[in-house]
């Protein structure tokens, strides 16, 4: 079993000084990135697919084994389209990171609106037909999707369950571990009760959590192998 430990995205102004050098020209982040973490989680793919030229100049930059996760397109989980073509976009923007063997997987995160639907599970049998051959793990922020039943799929189509530690709020998935795919996947959110459903505040907010260490490790990891 290996186990990879980072961190979602690396490019931040506010790491200056403290992660990176005050110096650092965020052209050179993610090498000095690679340099401490062997393991990324790319979010920006959520927002817009980029061309497949510059995630293939992100492997290019990292060295032999270092790892990508990639988040799924927002068409591919929050704004779902019934057109392939999103999906094979997508597929087609991060393979250079297959060819580099540096795809660690894929990561579809689901919004709490995704509720425990027949909609809704026979969409995820649709999605993992479009990412066949990709190991995928599927993060629900809806509590709904906790029963045997749901990791019974998820074993089936042979996509990974995203255990997600977050605040202990009604409705909310708890933070279990489930092992249903070649990978496992773990994301540390925070607890930060008062700010998970403030709509009023900034993104970041909800997130602004210390892990000590009587609690966990402030980063988000990920697990081959079937087992933390």
């Given amino acids: 079993m290996t186990v990879f430990v980072g961190t979602a995205g690396f490019s931040y102004k506010d790491w200056k000084s403290t992660f990176y050098p005050a110096d650092m020209r965020p052209q050179r982040m993610l090498e000095e990135y690679a340099r401490r973490f062997p393991v990324v989680e790319i979010n920006s793919t959520y927002y817009a697919i980029p061309p497949p030229e510059r995630i293939n100049a992100m492997a290019h930059r990292t060295p032999?084994?270092?790892?990508?996760?990639?988040?799924?397109?927002?068409?591919?989980?929050?704004?779902i389209s019934a057109d392939p073509r999103v999906s094979e976009s997508f597929r087609a923007a991060i393979r250079p990171l297959e060819d580099h063997g540096k795809l660690g997987c894929v990561l579809a995160q689901f919004p709490w609106g995704f509720k425990n639907s027949l909609e809704n599970r026979a969409y995820l049998e649709v999605l993992a037909e479009r990412?066949?051959?990709?190991?995928?793990?599927?993060?629900?922020?809806?509590?709904?999707w906790e029963s045997g039943r749901t990791f019974e799929l998820l074993s089936r189509l042979g996509l990974g369950y995203c255990c997600v530690d977050e605040p202990r709020l009604k409705g909310l998935v708890s933070p279990r571990v489930e092992v249903t795919g070649s990978v496992t996947y773990i994301r540390f959110h925070g607890r930060n009760y008062d700010t998970w459903w403030d709509r009023g505040g900034e993104s970041w907010e909800r997130y602004d959590y210390l892990y000590s260490e009587a609690v966990g490790v402030a980063a988000e990891g990920r697990s081959h192998g079937g087992e933390l």
């Fill in 64 to 79: 032999p084994g270092f790892q990508f996760t990639v988040k799924a397109n927002r068409e591919m989980t929050h704004e």
């Fill in 131 to 144: 990412l066949d051959g990709i190991d995928t793990v599927i993060e629900f922020r809806n509590g709904d």
